[in-house]
């Protein structure tokens, strides 16, 4: 079995603000912090010089990647479409505070975020991001697809329901106003918007990432 990677930990927002060698000491600092900002680092050089500069500049950036299949695999799948944007969710615990986005595929500019949210799930932020993009292209009247990497999101909304596990309460009421929001768009509306797995293995992460832990 391999040895895991180290990671270090960039906060820019939280109770505090600095460099952390784990993931439980980071997770301290974002933990009941409204607009925590952080992301995991490769080594402390890197973790540290983040510190001094703008999360923005960070947030959804990752070293270049290399696929581990074969060139017979690669070449089956192809290339992106990039006549599309991609959507993505991140959580902090499950539940724990999420936030969905979602960006162009090419340029990995963001069109639209949402969050962050005091508990969610991971899979409730795909199917929201899934829901808020399709909404967006149809306002747009737009010919792109949508990327997830998410097969559960991709079946809850084929579905039309959000099959959360997560209990209402008054802490996530903000979450299921827009589930049920979600929820009522996909009934009452009709879409020509194809929906896309993401091949994360053969382009690595999805432009939507948030590039955390």
Known sequence: MSKKMKKYYTVWKGQKIGVFESWDDCKAQIKDFQGAQYKSFATFEAAKKALKGNYKDYIGKAKRF??????AQLKKIGQPNYNSIAVDAASSGNPGKMEYRGVD?????????QGPFEEGTNNIGEFLA???GLAYLKQ????????????????WVRKKKCNTKLKPSEKNKDIFELVDRAEKWL???????????????????IPADFGRK
Not at 105 to 113: D, E, S, Y
Not at 140 to 155: C, E, K, P
């Open 130 to 132: 899934l829901v808020h």
């Open 66 to 71: 290399n696929s581990e299949l074969s060139e």
């Open 187 to 205: 009934t009452t509306n009709n879409y020509t918007t194809t929906i896309v797995k993401w091949e994360t293995k053969a382009w690595g992460e």
């Open 140 to 155: 747009r009247n737009s010919n792109r697809i949508i990327y997830t990497d998410s097969r559960t999101a991709l079946s």
């Open 105 to 113: 595929t090419k340029t990995k500019k963001q069109l639209f975020i």
